[in-house]
């Protein structure tokens, strides 16, 4: 009889980020082992997950400093008013969602789950949790497990740093305390880049990490060949597949597409299939680009497999990383554009994926308009080779999370038969 998995995530299928394509690649993996318990955030994902046999949610809190999108993939949500403004200080933000994130509060809001996770532990032998961050809910979801039963080993996946420096109003003192849970129940940990890997060990040496990089699902993908775009071409499509906000200087991008345009005579459609947040559409809306050989199309959120045929009709897709740059996480879009063999140009200063893409998927370039038309054009006369692509394939992927996981349950059983000996 298989044994039960609990899978904790943030996001479930279904929704138009990374982290849910992810989820929907990896759990299928899981499905043919272990008999799933999936937990996630409601807001996320209210009806029940295709790939569980139960389906559990957690409640969160969400306040006016929360962001919305509307639609059609632009900032929505109700108009900022006088007192939300001088409210919107980023201490009076840290305070507010230092509350807002903290485990009493949590733990108050889903005293329902926690009667739903003691029926089942009582029910079924659970060979282990998998929990996936940088969202702090799940870890405290964990922590609940690992109280009542610490026998249980917990393999925390890592998808970026919870303690980031993105922004402003972060709430340190929560992201400081979601760590603590990280080192005191991670009996095994996934880091998802070396510079991950990296920050962890940093903060306890004694931390079981294993190096599992993001991936691309092969479905989508193994028909898929490179076709060079030469600098004869009169038009050229670049599509950028997710989100833009939190400073990704999308206007020094299309400036940096119509020098591109200006230089070489090619007309230039940019596709944004995501979305977008009110800065990145007050910098569009200025620009003014049309007037300068570039065409914007913002297509805005769409499900995953359309998303997939804007990138396959894309000549180049686009990275937009933030300004003052990061040495921890890698996109998760860059694996599929890899899987998708589309040249990639990314505007990023950070090591980790610049090192991936630079000169061999692609080219990177800073966020210097000059520096971005050089790069385009670089594109267009070289070429590039995607046939090591597999290796970052999702199924790869899920089979050394599994194998990772099964040391973790085999070291916990060897464990416990020492302690019953004794």
């Known amino acids: 009889m298989k044994k039960s998995l609990i899978v904790i995530s943030d996001y479930m299928e279904g929704q138009p980020v990374v982290a849910s394509v992810r989820y929907a690649g990896i759990m299928p993996c899981f499905a043919e082992k272990y008999v799933l318990l999936a937990i996630n955030d409601q807001r996320f994902g209210t009806g029940k997950t295709v790939y569980s046999d139960d389906n559990y949610k957690f409640h969160t809190t969400n306040s006016v400093f929360t962001q919305t999108f509307d639609g059609n993939g632009t900032a929505g949500g109700k108009k900022t008013g006088t007192l939300e403004r001088l409210l919107r200080h980023k201490w009076v933000i840290s305070i507010w969602r230092n509350v807002k994130l903290s485990k009493r509060l949590f733990n108050q809001k889903n005293k329902g789950l926690f009667l739903q996770l003691d029926r089942y532990l009582a029910e079924y032998e659970v060979a282990a949790v998998f929990v996936t961050v940088p969202d702090v809910y799940g870890l405290y979801v964990l922590d609940y497990i690992k109280q009542k039963h610490p026998h249980i080993p917990a393999i925390i996946e890592i998808r970026d740093i919870i303690n980031h420096d993105i922004g402003e109003g972060n709430p340190k003192l929560s992201f400081k305390r979601a760590e603590k849970l990280v080192c005191k129940h991670g009996d095994g940990v996934i880091a998802v880049s070396q510079g991950i890997e990296k920050y962890y060990r940093g903060l306890d040496s004694a931390l079981d990490i294993k190096l599992v990089m993001n991936g691309y699902d092969e479905q989508y993908f193994s028909e898929c060949t490179y076709h060079s775009k030469a600098s004869t071409e009169h038009h050229v499509t670049l599509a950028h597949i997710g989100s833009i906000y939190k400073g990704r200087n999308i206007a020094e991008?299309?400036?940096?597409?119509?020098?591109?345009?200006?230089?070489?005579?090619?007309?230039?459609?940019?596709?944004?299939?995501?979305?977008?947040?009110?800065?990145?559409?007050?910098?569009?809306?200025?620009?003014?680009?049309?007037?300068?050989?570039?065409?914007?199309?913002?297509?805005?959120?769409?499900?995953?497999?359309?998303?997939?045929?804007?990138?396959?009709?894309?000549?180049?897709?686009?990275?937009?990383?933030?300004?003052?740059?990061?040495?921890?996480?890698?996109?998760?879009?860059?694996?599929?554009?890899?899987?998708?063999?589309?040249?990639?140009?990314?505007?990023?200063?950070?090591?980790?994926?610049?090192?991936?893409?630079?000169?061999?998927?692609?080219?990177?370039?800073?966020?210097?308009?000059?520096?971005?038309?050089?790069?385009?054009?670089?594109?267009?006369?070289?070429?590039?080779d995607y046939s090591d692509r597999n290796k970052f394939s999702r199924r790869m992927q899920s089979e050394q999370l599994l194998r990772f996981m099964e040391q973790k349950m085999k070291e916990t059983r060897h464990k416990k038969k020492i302690i019953n000996e004794v």
Do not use: M
């Open 253 to 384: 991008f299309i400036e940096g597409l119509q020098i591109f345009s200006n230089r070489t005579g090619i007309q230039v459609t940019f596709n944004i299939v995501g979305l977008l947040d009110e800065q990145a559409l007050h910098d569009i809306q200025n620009l003014e680009p049309s007037k300068n050989g570039v065409t914007i199309q913002i297509i805005g959120s769409v499900e995953h497999h359309k998303a997939i045929e804007w990138l396959k009709s894309a000549d180049i897709a686009v990275i937009l990383t933030h300004v003052k740059g990061s040495d921890y996480a890698i996109p998760g879009k860059t694996f599929e554009y890899i899987g998708a063999c589309k040249p990639i140009i990314a505007v990023t200063e950070d090591g980790e994926l610049t090192a991936l893409v630079h000169g061999r998927y692609g080219e990177c370039a800073r966020h210097d308009r000059d520096d971005i038309a050089d790069r385009l054009t670089c594109i267009l006369q070289k070429r590039y």
